[in-house]
Protein backbone atom coordinates (compact mmCIF):
# COMPACT_ATOMS: atom_id res chain seq x y z
CA UNK A 1 0.00 0.00 0.00
CA UNK A 2 1.25 3.44 -1.49
CA UNK A 3 2.27 6.31 1.50
CA UNK A 4 -0.73 8.38 2.38
CA UNK A 5 0.88 11.19 1.34
CA UNK A 6 1.64 10.02 -2.32
CA UNK A 7 -0.90 11.37 -5.02
CA UNK A 8 -3.46 8.91 -6.42
CA UNK A 9 -1.61 9.44 -9.78
CA UNK A 10 1.57 8.35 -9.34
CA UNK A 11 4.23 10.27 -8.04
CA UNK A 12 4.35 14.19 -8.30
CA UNK A 13 7.79 13.83 -11.21
CA UNK A 14 7.05 12.13 -13.99
CA UNK A 15 10.66 10.71 -15.23
CA UNK A 16 8.87 10.12 -18.72
CA UNK A 17 9.13 14.00 -19.68
CA UNK A 18 12.49 13.73 -19.95
CA UNK A 19 13.49 10.36 -20.63
CA UNK A 20 11.09 8.98 -23.61
CA UNK A 21 11.71 10.12 -27.35
CA UNK A 22 9.73 12.74 -27.20
CA UNK A 23 11.29 14.43 -23.99
CA UNK A 24 14.57 13.53 -25.21
CA UNK A 25 13.42 15.94 -28.72
CA UNK A 26 12.17 18.21 -25.93
CA UNK A 27 15.51 18.56 -23.66
CA UNK A 28 17.61 18.88 -26.59
CA UNK A 29 15.17 21.56 -27.84
CA UNK A 30 16.50 23.67 -24.53
CA UNK A 31 20.01 22.61 -24.58
CA UNK A 32 20.43 24.03 -28.43
CA UNK A 33 18.18 26.71 -27.78
CA UNK A 34 19.86 28.19 -25.30
CA UNK A 35 23.23 27.51 -27.01
CA UNK A 36 22.26 29.60 -30.06
CA UNK A 37 20.99 32.94 -28.56
CA UNK A 38 23.82 32.32 -25.89
CA UNK A 39 26.35 32.20 -28.73
CA UNK A 40 24.37 35.18 -30.42
CA UNK A 41 24.16 37.42 -27.74
CA UNK A 42 27.96 37.20 -26.07
CA UNK A 43 29.50 37.68 -29.55
CA UNK A 44 28.17 36.51 -32.86
CA UNK A 45 25.80 39.71 -32.72
CA UNK A 46 22.79 40.41 -34.11
CA UNK A 47 21.47 43.78 -35.81
CA UNK A 48 17.93 44.87 -37.76
CA UNK A 49 14.92 43.47 -38.49
CA UNK A 50 16.43 40.28 -39.17
CA UNK A 51 18.66 39.53 -36.15
CA UNK A 52 15.62 40.68 -33.83
CA UNK A 53 13.48 38.64 -35.01
CA UNK A 54 15.64 35.18 -34.49
CA UNK A 55 16.35 36.23 -31.41
CA UNK A 56 12.92 36.73 -30.44
CA UNK A 57 12.02 33.52 -32.10
CA UNK A 58 14.43 31.66 -30.16
CA UNK A 59 13.63 33.33 -26.99
CA UNK A 60 9.97 32.24 -27.38
CA UNK A 61 10.51 28.96 -28.38
CA UNK A 62 12.79 28.46 -25.56
CA UNK A 63 10.72 30.22 -22.75
CA UNK A 64 7.67 27.95 -24.08
CA UNK A 65 9.86 24.42 -24.43
CA UNK A 66 11.06 25.29 -20.94
CA UNK A 67 7.18 25.96 -19.60
CA UNK A 68 6.36 22.72 -21.60
CA UNK A 69 8.97 20.48 -20.02
CA UNK A 70 8.30 21.94 -16.56
CA UNK A 71 4.59 21.29 -16.76
CA UNK A 72 5.48 17.53 -18.44
CA UNK A 73 8.22 17.15 -15.53
CA UNK A 74 5.95 17.56 -12.45
CA UNK A 75 2.54 17.26 -13.85
CA UNK A 76 1.27 20.79 -13.60
CA UNK A 77 -0.16 20.33 -17.01
CA UNK A 78 -3.67 18.71 -15.50
CA UNK A 79 -4.50 21.89 -13.37
CA UNK A 80 -3.90 23.82 -16.47
CA UNK A 81 -7.06 25.00 -18.56
CA UNK A 82 -6.00 23.70 -21.51
CA UNK A 83 -6.47 20.87 -23.90
CA UNK A 84 -2.78 19.47 -23.31
CA UNK A 85 -2.18 17.02 -26.44
CA UNK A 86 -3.63 20.33 -28.20
CA UNK A 87 -1.48 22.69 -26.93
CA UNK A 88 2.12 20.70 -27.31
CA UNK A 89 1.37 20.18 -30.81
CA UNK A 90 0.38 23.23 -32.11
CA UNK A 91 3.51 24.57 -30.06
CA UNK A 92 5.67 21.91 -31.80
CA UNK A 93 4.43 22.86 -35.27
CA UNK A 94 5.01 27.07 -34.46
CA UNK A 95 8.34 26.42 -33.25
CA UNK A 96 9.73 24.00 -36.07
CA UNK A 97 8.53 27.24 -38.43
CA UNK A 98 10.03 29.81 -36.51
CA UNK A 99 12.84 28.08 -35.96
CA UNK A 100 13.45 26.81 -39.67
CA UNK A 101 13.13 30.50 -40.97
CA UNK A 102 15.57 31.94 -37.99
CA UNK A 103 18.09 28.94 -39.23
CA UNK A 104 17.48 30.45 -42.69
CA UNK A 105 17.71 33.96 -41.89
CA UNK A 106 20.78 34.20 -39.50
CA UNK A 107 23.36 32.96 -41.38
CA UNK A 108 21.99 34.35 -44.52
CA UNK A 109 22.69 37.99 -43.28
CA UNK A 110 24.99 37.37 -40.54
CA UNK A 111 27.43 34.59 -41.20
CA UNK A 112 30.40 34.60 -43.64
CA UNK A 113 33.10 32.60 -44.01
CA UNK A 114 35.57 35.37 -44.40
CA UNK A 115 36.36 37.13 -40.88
CA UNK A 116 34.73 40.87 -40.62
CA UNK A 117 37.29 43.43 -39.90
CA UNK A 118 38.80 44.27 -35.94
CA UNK A 119 37.04 44.83 -33.52
CA UNK A 120 35.11 41.96 -33.96
CA UNK A 121 37.95 39.64 -36.22
CA UNK A 122 37.65 36.18 -36.38
CA UNK A 123 36.18 35.71 -33.24
CA UNK A 124 32.71 36.95 -34.62
CA UNK A 125 32.74 34.81 -37.62
CA UNK A 126 33.49 31.64 -35.65
CA UNK A 127 30.55 32.28 -33.21
CA UNK A 128 28.26 32.97 -35.52
CA UNK A 129 29.04 29.86 -37.52
CA UNK A 130 28.87 27.93 -34.68
CA UNK A 131 25.70 29.95 -33.97
CA UNK A 132 24.16 28.67 -37.37
CA UNK A 133 24.53 25.22 -37.00
CA UNK A 134 22.83 25.20 -33.49
CA UNK A 135 20.18 26.85 -34.77
CA UNK A 136 19.66 23.95 -38.10
CA UNK A 137 20.09 21.65 -34.80
CA UNK A 138 16.87 23.50 -33.27
CA UNK A 139 15.17 23.26 -36.01
CA UNK A 140 15.85 19.36 -36.66
CA UNK A 141 14.49 19.03 -33.04
CA UNK A 142 11.06 20.62 -33.25
CA UNK A 143 11.02 18.91 -36.44
CA UNK A 144 11.61 15.13 -34.81
CA UNK A 145 9.17 16.28 -31.80
CA UNK A 146 6.61 16.99 -34.79
CA UNK A 147 7.13 14.02 -36.33
CA UNK A 148 7.38 11.71 -32.87
CA UNK A 149 3.95 12.99 -31.93
CA UNK A 150 1.84 13.19 -35.53
CA UNK A 151 -1.46 11.37 -34.88
CA UNK A 152 -0.89 8.12 -37.74
CA UNK A 153 -3.91 7.35 -39.86
CA UNK A 154 -6.71 5.81 -38.07
CA UNK A 155 -5.16 6.66 -34.87
CA UNK A 156 -7.75 8.91 -32.33
CA UNK A 157 -5.78 11.58 -31.10
CA UNK A 158 -6.50 15.40 -30.12
CA UNK A 159 -7.03 17.70 -33.65
CA UNK A 160 -3.55 19.95 -33.27
CA UNK A 161 -1.84 16.51 -33.95
CA UNK A 162 -3.35 15.86 -36.88
CA UNK A 163 -2.24 16.54 -39.95
CA UNK A 164 -5.35 18.83 -41.02
CA UNK A 165 -4.40 20.65 -37.40
CA UNK A 166 -1.00 21.09 -38.34
CA UNK A 167 -1.49 22.67 -41.58
CA UNK A 168 -3.84 25.15 -39.63
CA UNK A 169 -0.35 26.19 -37.81
CA UNK A 170 1.22 26.20 -41.45
CA UNK A 171 -1.64 28.22 -42.59
CA UNK A 172 -1.80 31.07 -39.94
CA UNK A 173 2.22 31.28 -40.71
CA UNK A 174 2.21 31.58 -44.03
CA UNK A 175 -0.77 33.93 -43.61
CA UNK A 176 1.70 36.71 -41.33
CA UNK A 177 4.50 36.44 -43.98
CA UNK A 178 1.65 38.02 -46.57
CA UNK A 179 0.60 40.79 -43.92
CA UNK A 180 4.24 41.70 -43.69
CA UNK A 181 4.70 42.12 -47.99
CA UNK A 182 1.40 43.82 -47.63
CA UNK A 183 2.47 46.40 -45.23
CA UNK A 184 5.88 47.20 -46.57
CA UNK A 185 4.72 49.28 -49.54
CA UNK A 186 2.66 46.75 -51.62
CA UNK A 187 0.08 49.27 -53.11
CA UNK A 188 -3.24 46.98 -52.25
CA UNK A 189 -5.31 49.79 -51.72
CA UNK A 190 -5.23 50.87 -55.16
CA UNK A 191 -7.72 49.04 -56.73
CA UNK A 192 -11.09 47.37 -54.93
CA UNK A 193 -9.97 44.10 -56.28
CA UNK A 194 -6.73 43.64 -53.98
CA UNK A 195 -8.81 45.19 -51.07
CA UNK A 196 -10.62 42.16 -51.48
CA UNK A 197 -7.56 40.08 -51.53
CA UNK A 198 -6.73 41.47 -48.20
CA UNK A 199 -10.06 41.34 -46.74
CA UNK A 200 -9.88 37.30 -47.84
CA UNK A 201 -6.00 36.53 -46.05
CA UNK A 202 -7.85 38.74 -43.01
CA UNK A 203 -11.11 36.78 -42.96
CA UNK A 204 -8.89 33.20 -43.55
CA UNK A 205 -5.96 34.26 -41.32
CA UNK A 206 -8.84 35.37 -37.99
CA UNK A 207 -11.04 31.96 -38.72
CA UNK A 208 -7.97 29.47 -38.46
CA UNK A 209 -6.65 31.30 -35.72
CA UNK A 210 -10.01 30.59 -34.17
CA UNK A 211 -9.63 27.07 -34.78
CA UNK A 212 -6.45 26.65 -33.28
CA UNK A 213 -7.69 28.36 -30.04
CA UNK A 214 -10.20 26.46 -29.58
CA UNK A 215 -9.08 23.66 -30.48
CA UNK A 216 -5.96 24.09 -27.40
CA UNK A 217 -8.76 25.78 -25.06
CA UNK A 218 -10.78 22.87 -25.39
CA UNK A 219 -14.13 24.55 -26.31
CA UNK A 220 -14.62 22.43 -29.16
CA UNK A 221 -17.34 20.57 -28.04
CA UNK A 222 -19.32 23.88 -26.87
CA UNK A 223 -20.22 25.17 -29.97
CA UNK A 224 -23.86 23.44 -30.88
CA UNK A 225 -22.27 21.77 -33.97
CA UNK A 226 -19.64 18.63 -34.27
CA UNK A 227 -16.20 20.94 -34.70
CA UNK A 228 -15.12 18.17 -37.30
CA UNK A 229 -17.78 19.25 -39.74
CA UNK A 230 -17.73 23.23 -38.87
CA UNK A 231 -13.54 22.81 -39.78
CA UNK A 232 -15.01 20.82 -43.14
CA UNK A 233 -16.80 23.59 -44.08
CA UNK A 234 -14.54 26.65 -43.45
CA UNK A 235 -11.92 24.75 -45.51
CA UNK A 236 -13.92 24.46 -48.18
CA UNK A 237 -15.09 28.44 -48.13
CA UNK A 238 -11.25 29.21 -47.57
CA UNK A 239 -10.18 27.06 -50.70
CA UNK A 240 -12.65 29.13 -52.55
CA UNK A 241 -11.83 32.73 -50.68
CA UNK A 242 -8.06 31.47 -51.81
CA UNK A 243 -8.56 30.71 -55.36
CA UNK A 244 -10.32 34.26 -56.12
CA UNK A 245 -7.42 35.76 -54.63
CA UNK A 246 -5.13 33.34 -56.45
CA UNK A 247 -6.70 34.96 -59.66
CA UNK A 248 -7.01 38.93 -58.58
CA UNK A 249 -4.08 39.42 -56.87
CA UNK A 250 -1.65 38.86 -60.21
CA UNK A 251 -4.14 40.70 -62.65
CA UNK A 252 -4.09 43.48 -60.57
CA UNK A 253 -0.56 43.34 -59.82
CA UNK A 254 1.26 42.21 -63.04
CA UNK A 255 -1.38 42.59 -65.74
CA UNK A 256 0.10 45.57 -67.85
CA UNK A 257 -3.49 47.30 -67.86
CA UNK A 258 -3.24 47.40 -63.61
CA UNK A 259 0.23 47.14 -62.99
CA UNK A 260 3.74 46.36 -63.52
CA UNK A 261 4.16 42.83 -65.26
CA UNK A 262 8.31 43.00 -64.65
CA UNK A 263 10.23 45.27 -61.81
CA UNK A 264 10.68 48.91 -62.91
CA UNK A 265 13.67 50.14 -64.24
CA UNK A 266 13.49 52.80 -61.42
CA UNK A 267 12.55 50.62 -58.62
CA UNK A 268 15.66 49.32 -56.25
CA UNK A 269 15.96 45.58 -55.06
CA UNK A 270 14.90 45.41 -51.47
CA UNK A 271 12.55 48.68 -51.38
CA UNK A 272 10.54 48.01 -54.22
CA UNK A 273 6.39 47.48 -54.12
CA UNK A 274 6.91 44.74 -56.62
CA UNK A 275 9.34 42.78 -54.90
CA UNK A 276 6.23 42.70 -52.08
CA UNK A 277 2.98 41.73 -54.82
CA UNK A 278 5.31 39.05 -56.03
CA UNK A 279 5.67 37.72 -52.36
CA UNK A 280 1.91 38.40 -51.89
CA UNK A 281 1.55 36.40 -55.05
CA UNK A 282 4.18 33.62 -54.42
CA UNK A 283 2.41 33.09 -50.81
CA UNK A 284 -0.85 33.14 -51.97
CA UNK A 285 -0.43 30.12 -53.98
CA UNK A 286 1.23 28.16 -51.07
CA UNK A 287 -1.77 29.21 -48.77
CA UNK A 288 -4.10 27.66 -51.27
CA UNK A 289 -2.28 24.71 -51.77
CA UNK A 290 -2.19 24.37 -47.86
CA UNK A 291 -5.95 24.58 -47.34
CA UNK A 292 -6.53 22.26 -50.59
CA UNK A 293 -4.36 19.69 -48.95
CA UNK A 294 -5.85 20.43 -45.53
CA UNK A 295 -9.48 19.81 -47.40
CA UNK A 296 -8.35 16.51 -48.08
CA UNK A 297 -7.00 15.00 -45.04
CA UNK A 298 -9.98 16.49 -43.23
CA UNK A 299 -12.52 14.95 -44.60
CA UNK A 300 -10.77 11.42 -42.63
CA UNK A 301 -9.49 12.40 -39.22
CA UNK A 302 -10.34 11.28 -36.07
CA UNK A 303 -9.78 12.92 -32.78
CA UNK A 304 -10.73 13.45 -28.99
CA UNK A 305 -11.20 17.08 -28.02
CA UNK A 306 -10.25 16.71 -24.45
CA UNK A 307 -7.01 14.95 -25.28
Known amino acids: MGSAMEPPGGGYLHLGAVTSPVGTARVLQLAFGCTTFSLVAHRGGFAGVQGAFCMAAWGFCFALSSLVVACEFTRLHSCLHLSWGNFTAAFAMLATLLSATAAVLYPLYFARLQCPPEPAGCATRDFRLAASVFAGLLFLAYAVEVALTRARPGQVASYMATVSGLLKIVQAFVACIIFGALVYDSRYGRYVATQWCV ?52 VFCFDPKYGEPGRPPDCPRGSCFWDSQLVVATFTYVNL ?11 RIRFVPSL
Not at 213 to 224: I, P, R
Not at 242 to 247: D, G, K, N, P, R
Open 289 to 299: LLYIADLAYSQ
Open 199 to 250: AVYSLCFLATVAVVALSVTGHTGGLGCPFDRLVVVYTFLAVLLYLSAAVIWP
